[in-house]
């Protein structure tokens, strides 16, 4: 896995093309699902105009950002195309139902139809072709968000996640950063679920 100095993940083009010759069925139908969730629940992610990041887009359409870095309403080139851009596949794993790699996708057979597995790994993927500075700004637009959603007990919370994280080793935590729980407490309110779900789904 291929990282610019920017953070982001390198894309692989020819990977992709032997992606489409050999996929399955479902597992386009999985990644065309994955396409759908992705304009009713990233546009924060795609710093649309209409949604919390938008503030920041606006303020780079009015400093008259270059048009190639809005790209059709987008602030940062490989927006539009993250999802189209990546792989899915359906595998048998171990103690996992979901896993992401760079921008590739894997779903446990038994997970296919679980929103919440394939969100969670959707949270993964773009964090990991999103830029560094990109972060940082969606990171602060989501915390601002959250604050007024969960008012007192919301700085309980991230400090619960931030002692968890530093008191363990685990890598699994270390990939489940600030920003991931964020957004990931961001899906349980959108879609009215328990705080949590996102987050710590089991198979």
């Known amino acids: ?4 100095h920017n953070g982001r993940v390198i894309r692989e083009f020819k990977e992709l093309k032997a992606w489409e ?16 969730y992705d304009k009713l629940y990233f ?16 303020f780079a359409r009015i400093k008259n950002c270059p048009e190639q870095v809005l790209n059709k309403n987008k602030f940062y080139e490989v927006t539009p195309t993250v999802i189209k851009d990546c792989r899915f596949f359906i595998k048998y794993m171990e103690e996992a139902a979901g896993n992401c790699n760079g921008w590739d996708i894997t779903i446990h057979p038994e997970s296919i139809k679980d929103r919440d597995v394939i969100l969670h790994e959707m949270i993964h993927l773009r964090i990991n072709v999103m830029p560094n ?3 940082e700004i969606l990171t602060f ?4 968000k959250l604050k ?17 994280i530093a008191a363990c080793y685990s890598p699994d935590l270390w990939h489940h950063g600030t920003l991931f729980y964020l957004k990931s407490l961001d899906l349980d309110i959108r879609l009215n679920l328990d705080i ?3 987050y710590g789904y089991r198979l």
């Open 1 to 4: 896995m291929r990282k610019k």
């Open 21 to 36: 010759a050999t996929a399955t069925k479902q597992e386009k139908a999985l990644k065309n699902k994955a396409i759908e």
């Open 43 to 58: 546009d924060d992610f795609n710093f649309e105009s209409k949604s919390i990041t938008g503030d920041v887009y606006n």
């Open 133 to 135: 500075n990109f972060r």
């Open 141 to 144: 637009c989501l915390y601002k």
């Open 148 to 164: 007024k959603e969960f008012t007192k007990s919301f700085e309980n919370l991230l400090i619960d996640h931030a002692t968890a």
């Open 196 to 198: 949590g779900t996102v």
